[in-house]
């Protein structure tokens, strides 16, 4: 049977998808595994009202949409869009153009850039003086990921936002709960190190403010020894550094 190639926009924000219709052996992008053990492969389209649509090949070759309710996935496996790398550097208002269109499409997946796009546009939203719009983002992980490793994500970002409208103290309360979690936490799995270096660059940047230079210097390195498995997070925690060091010349951890 020969396959047909085909040129088709399957609901990905800005860019289009070349898609071969083919046999239903063919090797598709993105996949969830349910958990019921059902494996499906194809091109997930978005994600709305608690299900995933996805795009894939039925039997004779034809190209069929379908929704999987959220609560029955076990896993997904879908690479980060394009996009979100290239929104990485960019001005804040080009970040939230880049990244509310993923956003909107994509919120609620269980898969990390997922998160990483809601965690940009949230930081862009707020270097925009969005707060309510950045807020709005933290409320959303917080609703579609309750109880999960990611929510520790969200308390960071709300905690940031506060500091950047000058609140250092209660900033610090909102994120001291997430620190004391991490400082009982021995032995984290990769998403709890990534959640618990977020929280210790926001905490780490609180205490700057407040000019306890020797606590800050102590947090920034504790993501570093500790919560290092995120590569992006270690080169924010050393960014962090040298600007502390040159703020405060000398520093050193107490």
């Given at each position: 049977m020969m396959a047909i190639g085909v040129l088709l926009r399957v609901g990905r924000p800005c860019f289009?998808?070349?898609l071969a219709v083919a046999l239903p052996s063919l090797a598709w992008a993105d996949q969830l595994i349910m958990k019921s053990g059902q494996v499906v492969s194809?091109?997930?389209v978005s994600v709305s009202d608690g299900?995933?649509?996805v795009q894939s090949a039925a039997s004779n070759g034809s190209l069929v949409t379908l929704p999987y309710q959220l609560s029955d996935i076990k896993t997904v496996t879908m690479a980060a869009p394009?996009?979100?790398t290239a929104a990485k550097g960019q001005p804040p208002a080009q970040v939230i153009a880049s990244l509310a269109p993923l956003v909107k499409a994509y919120a609620g997946l269980p898969t990390d850039?997922?998160?990483d796009a809601m965690a940009g546009l949230a930081d862009a939203y707020s270097a925009s003086n969005q707060d309510d719009?950045?807020?709005a983002i933290y409320a959303q992980i917080n609703q579609l990921y309750p109880g999960s490793v990611y929510t520790p994500i969200a308390t960071a970002g709300q905690a940031k936002v506060l500091l950047s409208q000058g609140k250092a103290d209660q900033a610090l309360t909102t994120v001291q709960p997430v620190i004391d979690a991490a400082n009982k936490t021995m032995a984290p799995s990769?998403?709890?190190a990534r959640a618990y270096a977020n929280a210790f660059l926001v905490y780490g940047q609180i205490l700057e403010a407040q000019k306890k230079y020797s606590q800050s210097l102590e947090a920034y390195l504790t993501v570093k020894t500790m919560f290092y498995q995120n590569r992006s997070l270690v080169d924010q925690s050393d960014q962090l550094v040298q600007k502390l060091r040159a703020t405060a010349p000398g520093v050193s951890v107490d």
């Open positions: 289009s998808i070349l194809g091109h997930i299900q995933v649509t394009p996009e979100l850039w997922v998160l719009a950045a807020n990769a998403d709890e």
